[in-house]
């Protein structure tokens, strides 16, 4: 843009239209924060969700994989065969309701020429979803903080996280299938190897993989990790050249599409202070299943309240806008744990991201869909 110098000869209209032509070429600041978890396949719908219950909890109910009693007929035992027991189990989910506000001064607009609020009208959508975003990802991080407080974590392809003292997660510097247990920077274990040949770069990632679900393993998961391993993996030339679309974003993806991967500077969270953690693993990658939590709209009273003071400012007066949302966001095969008296808060005491607000629910671990891979 030119700049517009100001002469003694200019008007005060002149001047006036200068700058309103001025302020008038910038533009609104771009959002730049990380894809928006909420918006992918990880969220998934529940039907057994009901937001409409008197409480700030609520539960959803599953019916439990069959144990089968298969009964060999027989024409001469008279003996009645014995049946199959079907059984159902609950999970408990919180219910959560944000809101966002702004204020304007009326009379700001003789001199701005702008309506404020139509700056956060327009960029509502975008709030909202960065909320949803942020619960998702704290919700990601609880989890791992919660199965890492349980205990040591998968060591091998024949562990499993059905008992109280194994965690649903994988260290990579851990003492098991990936070798000794790593002592210091020269043997610490990075989740990509760059050291191995071709695709053996990414031999840990599917070793992870496939200790946590074994033989039931999903068509495809989500990889969600940070710039540093994302560079990792375009150094190791891991990332396919063909990219995944789901509905309007697109995924670059490793392995011929078998891992989406979503980029977020947030995502890396440092459990290694905890005893069941290598000290050396400092980093989080999740690898996750699609539909692996549960998301539900809550009808909200008022959702959009427009209120005004007119007496405010020597009479110029103000204008406050408020918007409401609110949501029911559950982990699949997880309780929650934390107050069951208030809205849950995204992180925090008491919010999302606190190992306490979590408890294993009565699901098998190989429908678990979160795993978190702590690695350096």
Do not use: C
């Not at 989406?260 to 980093?283: E, F, P, Y």
């Amino acid at each position: 843009m030119a700049v517009t110098s100001f002469t003694a000869g200019n008007s005060p209209y002149e001047m006036q239209f200068y700058v309103q032509r001025a302020v008038g070429a910038y533009s609104d600041e771009a959002y730049t924060n990380a894809r928006k978890l909420s918006g992918t396949a990880i969220v998934g719908a529940e039907a057994s969700i009901n937001t409409d219950i008197e409480d700030y909890i609520g539960q959803l109910r599953w019916y439990k994989t069959l144990n089968p009693v298969i009964n060999v007929a027989s024409a001469t035992d008279s003996t009645a065969g014995t049946p199959t027991e079907v059984t159902s189990a609950f999970a408990k989910y919180i219910k959560t309701v944000r809101t966002h506000g702004a204020r304007q001064v009326n009379v700001q607009r003789v001199i701005s020429q702008q309506d404020g609020l139509a700056k956060i009208g327009r960029d509502f959508g975008e709030t909202k979803a960065q909320d949803e975003h942020n619960s998702v990802l704290e919700t990601l991080n609880g989890i791992a903080a919660y199965e890492v407080g349980r205990g040591g974590g998968l060591v091998s392809f024949t562990t499993d996280a059905d008992n109280g003292t194994t965690g649903f997660f994988v260290d990579i510097n851990a003492l098991g299938e990936f070798g000794a247990a790593a002592t210091g920077a020269p043997d610490e274990r990075k989740l990509i190897d760059a050291s191995q040949p071709g695709a053996a770069k990414g031999e840990r990632l599917f070793r992870a993989m496939g200790m946590a679900w074994k033989d039931y393993e999903a068509d495809y998961y989500y990889l969600i990790t940070d710039p540093a391993l994302m560079a990792d993996l375009r150094t190791a030339n891991l990332v396919d050249q063909t990219v995944v679309t789901e509905g309007n974003l697109v995924f670059q993806t490793i392995f011929n599409g078998k891992f989406r991967i979503l980029q977020s500077r947030a995502a890396t969270v440092d459990l290694s202070a905890g005893g069941n953690v290598n000290a050396r693993s400092v980093k989080t990658t999740f690898i996750v299943k699609p539909n692996s939590l549960a998301m539900q709209a809550l009808t909200v009273p008022v959702p959009v309240e427009v209120d005004r003071a007119a007496a405010a400012y020597q009479g110029g007066g103000t204008t406050d806008i408020w918007y409401r949302w609110g949501y029911v966001l559950h982990p699949m095969g997880y309780d929650w744990a934390g107050a069951e008296t208030a809205f849950v808060a995204t992180s925090g005491a008491g919010g999302y991201d606190q190992a306490g607000s979590w408890a294993r629910a009565d699901m098998g671990y190989l429908n678990l869909g979160i795993l978190p891979v702590l690695h350096a």
